[in-house]
């Protein structure tokens, strides 16, 4: 490392923090048009189109959709066609509009744009005061976060959950026992998308949902009576207490748990409270953000700085209220396989995903 940088390192550097300046712009405006419904409005056009007839197909003020297509044409997201002397028409290339709509399903990543601008929105103030105290932050710093993890999941979930994920557990056998009838519990279930989509898919199965916001609980069981599925239920309960829930021991066949141990206060009650609850021979899978648990490690890990972001804006924070441990997203491989065994899970094993390389899958078998 050199003491005195020459100034061709700090052009460099000065070049790379202007392409870090845009591309933070353009996350936030990515967002706004994939709120907005832009995204989907452009993708409706097979030809390029006027500001006029975006707007009016998408029913949003003009003036405002020129600036942010101003945006989106400077960042080579949407093409522009300017002939001098005629009107400016815009087009969404199809290839573009296979990540950034909602059509994408699980290639979806406009979805994620979202998150920094609703955590900068959430916790910034909260976060940097933080810095000094060590303090956590609650939940309820977060008031649309949980409407947003809804949107992740059915962005994640709806043509992957049944049709991919589980059908690849335990080599085809767990679908087989869900067709034929098994209790299953999703762990930290949210507004309970995957219970929802497994009841529905499973009808002689038994689906629970737990989550400890009771108000997200209300949501799910909302969502559950407007679909008729007798065969689903939702429990609101602290992941950290279930070992002393004497009615959950040895009850279910199959637990998930989706992207939720990390920001758990006790992650590792939680854990224990998971094998508590699984009968002689049933699976829990885990799935979680496939990182390894030293930063040293994750140095060529292609969203690295995303993802410590978000774990330093929402998953650690959370995680440390009440004197909690608070591990934060990038845990990572080597911990997570520690605190499983420490659980008690004696066989662990660490899958990887084709349909979503993001995410590892630790299948542990009770």
């Known amino acids: 490392m050199s003491d005195n940088p020459t100034t061709s390192e700090k052009d460099t550097f000065a070049q790379r923090m202007v392409n870090i300046l845009n591309h933070g712009a353009l996350n936030l405006a990515i967002a706004i048009g994939y709120r907005t419904g832009l995204f989907d409005v452009l993708d409706s056009f097979d030809t390029p189109q006027s500001l006029d007839a975006i707007a009016q197909e998408a029913n949003l003020n003009s003036r405002y959709i020129h600036e942010w297509l101003g945006i989106m044409c400077t960042g080579k997201i949407v093409e522009i066609s300017n002939i001098p002397g005629q009107e400016s028409l815009f087009f969404l290339p199809k290839a573009h509009a296979d990540i950034l709509t909602r059509r994408s399903g699980n290639a979806n990543l406009a979805v994620y744009a979202q998150e920094m601008p609703l955590l900068t929105t959430c916790s910034m103030e909260a976060v940097i005061d933080s810095f000094q105290t060590g303090n956590g932050i609650g939940y309820e710093n977060y008031p649309r976060f949980q409407a947003f993890m809804t949107e992740l999941a059915n962005a994640k979930h709806h ?138 490690d994750n140095l060529d890990h292609p969203m690295g700085p995303f993802l410590y972001t978000v774990s330093l804006m929402h998953c650690m924070p959370v995680g440390l209220v009440d004197g909690g441990m608070g591990l934060g997203m990038m845990w990572g491989r080597q911990q997570a396989v520690q605190m499983l065994q420490r659980a008690g899970f004696s066989q662990v094993t660490v899958c990887e995903m084709d349909h979503d390389p993001f995410n590892l899958h630790y299948l542990c078998r009770a």
């Open 159 to 296: 043509n992957v959950l049944v049709q991919q994920f589980l059908p690849s557990v335990d080599g085809g056998r767990l679908v087989k026992k869900l067709r034929s009838g098994i209790r299953v519990c999703d762990l930290g279930c949210g507004e309970g998308v995957a219970v929802l989509l497994m009841a529905a898919a499973f009808p002689e199965s038994t689906f629970v949902g737990i989550d400890i916001a009771a108000d997200v609980i209300e949501i799910a069981e909302k969502a559950r009576v407007k679909s008729q599925l007798a065969n689903a239920e939702f429990i609101t309960c602290d992941a950290a207490h279930i070992v002393h829930e004497p009615d959950l021991r040895a009850n279910f066949d199959y637990i998930t748990a989706f992207d939720a141990i990390h920001d758990q206060t006790a992650p590792q009650k939680a854990l224990q409270g998971i094998k508590h609850m699984l009968a002689s021979g049933g699976l829990f899978s885990m799935v979680d953000i496939a990182a390894e648990s030293a930063p040293a």
